[in-house]
């Protein structure tokens, strides 16, 4: 498995639908193997074959349906907090366009092993206003990773995925200068750091709420 850069999150590769296993994924139509599972919509790390086969690893041995999707009203920005690998993630929020994204169909089990993966988000239904189309066809059940922690922005408007050099220098436009100065990912390796931003984006009214919960 290729090494994965903090600076390159969130290590995006090319949308494809298949099957995943721990090996490969196997390319091909998989609306016969999606029934009983809960299709979960990535909007970061989530939507790459390589960090599932990380996160999920024996638990692929009953595969993973993966397919391309467009949900309306959905966009993504980053999460208000730092991750324990030292970048900011990804993060969902009520937007106003139609945007790609990746699904992937999980069983109990990974579902439970992805949860864990996720300590800083919860899992929850795409609202209404959303809904997701899965060629052109409507997709029922869909969940997301919403962060516990809001989306990063200001005067109320949520901040649009950067790249991380981007975000990075945002927020050391924004932040106090003690912490403005150590924003590169391997200072964010320190746990009582990334606190102190997380605590320092809350009490600047930089961490919006999604609206995922209002629609």
Known sequence: MRQLSPSDYPWAEPARTGLLTEETLHEGDVSGEVSGRVPVAAVGSNASPTVLQGKLGGLLSTGLPI????????????????????????????????????VC??????????????????????????PCLLGGEPLTGVEVYDSVHGVLGESGSPLEL???????????RRLPTHLAEVMDHDRLLDPGLREQVRCALATSDLALPSGLGDG
């Open 105 to 130: 169909w999980f069983d109990q089990p990974q579902l439970e092993a992805m949860d864990l993966t996720e300590p800083n988000y919860q899992r929850v239904p795409l609202p209404g206003s959303m």
């Open 162 to 172: 950067r790249d991380q050099a981007g975000v990075l220098g945002w927020l050391g």
């Open 67 to 102: 397919g391309e999707a467009q949900v309306e009203r959905l966009a993504v920005g980053h999460s208000a907090h730092v991750s324990a690998r030292g970048y900011v993630a990804a993060a969902p929020f009520a937007g106003a366009a139609s945007r790609p994204v990746t």
